[in-house]
Structures are given as structure tokens and as C-alpha cells.
């Protein structure tokens, strides 16, 4: 079966300007998890979704990080405008509903 | 929201040694998943165990759970150089919203 993918697989950017990554879950995962890692950390839940409702997004910085996930299939991720700290490998996941999270292979942020 | 935490944090084994690897958390649980991850590279499941289930094996894997005191460990026995990677513990949560929640991980270095 394919797997999840997103898109890009790296991005630089300058501090203060926007970025948007995009996610394709298995098909038929309800469940659909973006995750920030930053280097020698371990994954941190940003948003959850299930279909295109939100199960959580309380760890998601409001004020300049925004997901959607439409029609409850693809989703995408958007940081306007991007801090230094904002630099590291985000992640998306699909699941079914209770089951095993498969990954992609994440895209590395850089902001300079 | 910290959830798993792994100890130890680093471990350093020779190839043939097992390695065990463990890991608490706070909240009761739906499932605990193992995930290992080669560095720079996403994210590969290796076993869920649900709350009701006590022990379970992957070839050379085997992960246990111990509800009453919430905490799972991971062995790995006749470990390889290639079993090199870091390894992290995930908890669904169903009084955290079935939220997937990641740990620090410990990073295992298995020596020729």
C-alpha cells in the first residue's frame, strides 16, 4: 500500500516569511497527526485530527501556525511568520482510529 | 504534554547483547507504541500493545506492559549494529482525547 507522503522534503526559509507543508494519509486513515522534532528531541504532538474534525491542537502556537485538513484526506500546515526556533523536521502521520501511526519522512525546516 | 518518558536516556551495548529500553507514563492508556527512528530518517513502528495485553514479540523484539505501574520496556535481544538508532514509546490516551503522545527516547548505539 502507498505510504503517507508529504511534500516538500526540505525547506530554507528567511525568519518573518511563510511556509506551507502538505500531507497525503493512507488511504482510509481517519486519524491524520502532525509532529514537530527538533534535533535530539523526541516528536511533539502539534495537531490531531480525526476526519477533518480537531481531536487536539493544544501544543499548536495559534498565533502563527494554522492546519487544515479538508474534506477529511489531505491536510496541509502553515507557519506565517516563521521564528528561528521554528527550525526543525515536521512530521505527518495516518492512522485508523486507535491503530498504528504510519509516518512519512517528514520535511526539514530551516529558517535563517 | 509529556506522556512517555524513556530511560535511559543513552545506551551503549556491543553487537550480541540485549538491549532494554523503558518507559513510564502518567495517564491510563488505550496502547503504547515503540517506534524507532535512524537518524535524520522518519519514523518506523515496531510493536503496539493494548492495555489489556501483558507482553508481546516481534522477532527479536519484545515489549511488555505493566499497567498496575505504568510503564512498558522494550528488549532487544543479540542486538546488531544496524538496531543503532533512537528509540521512543508512544501513548494513546482515551482521558487525553486518544491523543498520541511521544517520549525523549533513548538512543541506542550497538558497537562492532
Known amino acids: 500500500e502507498a505510504g503517507v507522503a508529504q511534500s516538500p522534503r526540505y525547506k530554507i526559509i528567511e525568519k518573518r516569511q511563510s511556509v506551507a507543508f502538505w500531507c497525503n494519509p493512507i488511504s482510509g486513515h481517519a486519524t491524520l497527526y502532525w509532529y514537530q522534532q527538533i534535533l535530539g528531541q523526541g516528536p511533539k504532538l502539534l495537531i490531531q485530527?480525526?476526519?477533518?474534525?480537531?481531536?487536539?491542537d493544544s501544543q499548536l502556537p495559534k498565533d502563527r501556525f494554522s492546519a487544515e485538513r479538508l474534506k477529511g484526506v489531505d491536510s496541509t500546515l502553515k507557519i506565517q511568520p516563521a521564528k528561528l526556533e521554528d527550525s526543525a523536521v515536521y512530521l505527518c502521520a495516518s492512522s485508523l482510529v486507535g491503530g498504528r501511526a504510519f509516518f512519512g519522512q517528514g520535511t526539514r525546516l530551516t529558517v535563517v | 504534554s509529556q506522556q512517555g518518558e524513556e530511560d535511559p536516556q543513552a545506551l551503549s551495548i556491543q553487537e550480541g547483547e540485549n538491549a532494554t529500553m523503558n518507559c513510564s507514563y502518567k495517564?491510563?492508556?488505550?496502547?503504547l507504541q515503540w517506534y524507532r527512528q535512524n537518524s535524520g530518517r522518519g519514523l518506523v513502528h515496531l510493536i503496539l500493545?493494548?492495555?489489556?495485553?501483558r507482553e508481546k514479540h516481534s522477532g527479536r523484539l519484545r515489549v511488555t506492559l505493566d499497567t498496575s505501574k505504568k510503564s512498558s520496556s522494550l528488549l532487544i535481544t543479540a542486538s546488531r549494529a544496524a538496531d543503532t538508532a533512537s528509540y521512543f514509546c508512544?501513548?494513546?490516551?482515551?482521558?487525553?482525547?486518544?491523543?498520541?503522545?511521544f517520549g525523549q527516547g533513548t538512543e541506542l548505539s550497538v558497537k562492532p
Open positions: 500493545i493494548r492495555s489489556n495485553e
Open positions: 495517564t491510563s492508556i488505550n496502547n
Open positions: 485530527f480525526q476526519n477533518n474534525g480537531v481531536v487536539d
Open positions: 508512544a501513548t494513546d490516551s482515551y482521558n487525553q482525547g486518544g491523543k498520541l503522545i
